[in-house]
Nanobody
Framework: VQLQAFGGGLVQPGGSLRLSCVVS????????FGWFRQAIGEKRTGVAC????????YYENSAKGRFTISRDVAKNTIYLQINNLRPTDTAAYYC???????????????????WGQGTLVTVSS
């Protein structure tokens, strides 16, 4: 499976962005997709993850309310809508696919996970 994330950019505080992750290749063993972010000097952390089987969703606590993960099966795309952006949201955002459970994907790293390249989100006035 290959993943390609795009949609980042420079946004003013309070603005919105929708990130996209296009998935290609074989996905029969993929149980979950997720979005992660990594700010400079910090570790990569899960933001939101979605089950590839039943669309159940997990949000990291700080992501609840402003972040929405969704998927378009026909377009093989996973989205992350971010509203009311804050400077603290500045980070590289990555998408991932995993054979693991969607909650496990978001809270624990594994070498089983597959990653796309990041897309940079900068929130600044």
């Amino acid at each position: 499976v290959q993943l390609q994330a795009f949609g980042g950019g420079l946004v003013q505080p309070g603005g919105s962005l929708r990130l996209s992750c296009v998935v290609s290749g074989r996905t029969p063993d993929v149980n979950a997709f997720g979005w992660f972010r990594q700010a400079i000097g910090e570790k990569r952390t899960g933001v939101a993850c979605i089950s590839n089987r039943d669309n159940r969703i997990y949000y990291e606590n700080s992501a609840k309310g402003r972040f929405t993960i969704s998927r378009d099966v026909a377009k093989n795309t996973i989205y992350l809508q971010i509203n009311n952006l804050r400077p603290t949201d500045t980070a590289a955002y990555y998408c991932a696919a995993s054979p693991r459970n969607y909650e496990d994907l978001c809270v624990r790293h594994s070498q089983l996970d597959r990653w796309g390249q990041g897309t940079l989100v900068t929130v600044s006035s």
